[in-house]
């Protein structure tokens, strides 16, 4: 019962920024246990910061952080994250499969070398994103999709009750996009989603709440962008229009 | 060649060969991947302030230096995780006080003027054998550390922040590698000196990262180039009468670019090949 009423993620009054450049002012938001929640906003907006701010890798000015009821430090073993694909470290030698099993760091001993149960779970988790038949490939000669996959994949092995995805598709083939999030609907039925995307199709077919951030937030409780959120963030009708807008997404217009 | 063997200052210098090597190799991968070799540099410069010390206080140099580099790599660890875009900048500050530190305390040492040479550029054909004894535990203690943690020092590498998620303990595993990396240096400071030790710790493992497919497989193969290059350079500086140091690292430069010029041309030899399919497929 008190699991229920838990809030999965919970932010009260954050305030955070770099250096002295403020980058999220102010943000307040609760989302509730088993959500799908689709983050839209500009490029340098903070979405990203967001995130890391919920994962505690990066710690507020000031405000109140709780993920799955606890400091998001003490949670982290609990969570799972797909960060943002880049090109880094890419001469890294280190192969698909031993990428997949950090992915059970949290479950494994500090000191001991991964069990007999990490490996079947880590191929499990490399069949169902189609990238087992590369499980001995250097991670760095992977094309961007594919490492993407792989990503994914060692989110998925560590079975967490949270998953923070930073721009899942960003460079995977369209195909595969709609997979990815069919996979993750799927996988919404045990756990809450929170995930960064440009695409707004995807928000009509798969989220089940929206924020927009840009300096502020503003989270809508259903899939829809509201005119307020397209006030905010100025690029994001941009996006809208070059992907063509499904018209659920968009409310009627409302006067205010 | 082999008659040099029979001399116990020949035959201690081989052993130190080897032990620095084998330290090397496993630091050495980890400062590459990890780059932290600004760091590196910083903590062999500084530890010349321990040198100096030594010297003006009548203590053993060494322990001088592995004082300061120890006491260096916790200083600039702690800045690096503290303050991240001027991390560079204090490192720098710390490097040039620390030789100056040095060279002002062994001005002021009365009498006795050292030979500098021996601290800058490396006297492994004067490592007597208390120094191996040293060096064994040590080696023994970064080995066990990095086996012991191995899985964790991969992910901490490939991916601080994912590492940091899964409730890996980074900031205590990194300050831990800088400790370990301090302790290296020291010991490669006795062979190739403090201003070469950059080139000893990174050449190799940047040579082995290329034919390598996991971190554990990269230390090895580092540790066994870095064998080949002192070896191959202690023996040529005893040919022709040289400095050893120096003479090492020629040897290890030359390994470099020789790789370098083997990726190259297995580069040249690829990207037509591909290029010829991708036509192919265009027709």
């Not at chain 1, 505690?56 to 960060?83: F, N, Q, T």
């Not at chain 1, 479950?107 to 991964?114: A, P």
């Not at chain 1, 595969?176 to 756990?191: C, G, T």
């Amino acid at each position: 019962m008190r699991e229920l009423t838990t809030p999965a993620v919970e932010m009260k009054g954050i305030w955070f920024s770099y250096e002295r450049t403020p980058v999220l002012e102010d943000i307040s938001f609760t989302l509730k246990e088993g959500d799908f929640l689709g983050m839209i906003g500009p490029n340098g907006g903070g979405k990203t910061t967001l995130l890391k701010l919920l994962l505690g890798i990066l710690k507020p000015d000031r405000g109140l952080i709780r993920v799955l009821g606890e400091e998001p430090h003490r949670a982290r073993r609990r969570v799972g994250y797909v960060p943002q694909n880049t090109d880094s470290n890419n001469t890294f030698p280190v192969s698909v499969m031993d990428v997949v099993l950090m992915g059970r760091l949290a479950i494994s001993r500090m000191g001991k070398s991964f069990s007999a149960k990490d490996r079947p779970m880590a191929e499990e988790a490399l069949r169902k994103v189609g990238m087992w038949n590369s499980k001995n490939t250097p991670i760095g000669k992977l094309s961007g999709g594919q490492r993407q996959r792989v990503l994914i994949a060692r989110a998925l092995v560590a079975e967490p009750e949270i998953l923070f995805l930073d721009e899942p598709t960003a460079k995977v083939d369209p195909e595969f996009e709609s997979n990815i999030y069919d996979f993750l609907k799927e996988l919404n039925r045990r756990a809450t989603i929170v995930t960064i995307t440009h695409d707004v199709g995807v928000i009509s077919r798969y989220v089940k709440s929206v924020a927009c951030v840009n300096r502020t937030l503003i989270y809508h409780e259903e899939a829809q962008i509201t005119n307020e959120m397209l006030e905010m963030a100025y690029e994001c009708p941009v996006d809208l229009i070059a992907h063509g807008i499904p018209h659920r997404v968009l409310p009627h217009h409302e006067h205010h | 060649m082999w008659e040099a063997l029979q001399y116990d200052f020949m035959r201690n210098a081989l052993l130190a060969g080897l032990l620095v090597s084998i330290s090397c190799g496993i630091i050495g991968s980890l400062v590459v991947v990890n780059r932290i070799v600004f760091i590196s540099g910083g903590i062999a410069h500084a530890a010349f302030g321990g040198v100096g010390l030594g010297f003006f206080y009548g203590f053993s140099p060494f322990l001088g230096a592995a004082a300061f580099a120890s006491g260096a790599s916790l200083i600039m660890g702690a800045v690096s995780l503290k303050n991240k875009h001027r991390a560079d900048t204090i490192i720098g500050v710390l490097w040039a006080i620390g030789m100056a530190v040095g060279i002002i305390l062994i001005d002021l040492t009365p009498g006795y003027h050292v030979d500098l040479m021996s601290y800058l550029f490396g006297s492994i054909l004067a490592v007597p054998s208390a120094d191996l004894w040293l060096m064994l535990p040590l080696d023994g203690f970064i080995f066990l550390a990095v086996l012991f943690f191995y899985k964790e020092f991969v992910a901490l590498s490939y991916d601080e922040e994912f590492a940091f998620v899964m409730g890996v303990p980074v900031k205590t595993l990194y300050l831990l590698l800088l400790g370990m990396t301090a302790f290296s240096i020291v010991m490669i400071i006795r062979v190739v000196g403090l201003i070469l030790v950059i080139a000893l710790l990174t050449i190799p493992p940047f040579i082995a990262e290329k034919y390598t497919r996991s971190l554990g497989h990269m230390m090895l193969l580092s540790s066994i180039l870095s064998i080949c290059f002192t070896f191959l350079g202690l023996w040529l500086s005893y040919v022709f009468d040289i400095t050893s140091g120096a003479t090492i690292i020629l040897v290890a430069g030359v390994g470099f670019f020789f790789s370098q010029i083997l990726n190259f041309i297995k580069g040249k030899v690829e990207i037509p090949f591909r290029k010829q399919w991708s036509d192919h497929e265009n027709h």
